[in-house]
């Protein structure tokens, strides 16, 4: 399109602050979260559908879907869970603050199933609370294989239910050591100091008092 000024590439932040909760490997049931807008592109329909296949396999486990459930889309969603004989799925709603912070700490896995999505705040904020997450290649997440932190799967139904029953069975001591490396590689890269220290760089480089740094793209 001809533009050619540099860019900079440096990533949303997201606050590392809390550690694994002790009792979330013990919890039962234990539970698999969905957080985000309720919207035709989110893939909510497929993650419904794909809990309804695994039947059986998901007894000790719940599935929560939180997000606003303002738009008719939202309705059809838990038309689609009613439908279906979902009884161990909940819409909580928007959960925001305090309450969204207990969400992500007490759940022991976390699920994007998107058909596109520019970055997807919802899972940094995941794996810096130590949850592995499932997220489909409709988001850039393919460090969730560099790092042994979850999994970065296919569009679609099956993958879907191939890789939440291949989760479930994870053993719980497994799912919480790939949550630790998930919240480790936040910390690395996408904590605000990091942030904080990749514009700092930036600017210095516009102002002529530094090197390039790797992350500005020059064409």
Known sequence: ???????????????????????????????VLFLGRIHPTKGVDRLLEAWHRLGEATRDWELIIAGPLDQPYAESMIALKNRLGLSAVSFLGEVTGDAKQQLYSSSNLFVLPTHSENFGMAVAEALAHGIPAIVTRGAPWEGLQTHCCGWWIEQGVEALVYTLAEAI???PDILQEMGLRGREWMGQEFAWPRIGQMMAEFYLWLLGKGERPAWVVVN
């Open 169 to 171: 069975q994870t053993p």
């Open 1 to 31: 399109m001809g533009f050619s000024a540099p860019v900079a590439v440096i990533p949303n932040g997201v606050e590392v602050l809390c550690s694994v909760q002790p009792d979330r490997i013990q919890s039962r049931p234990k539970r």
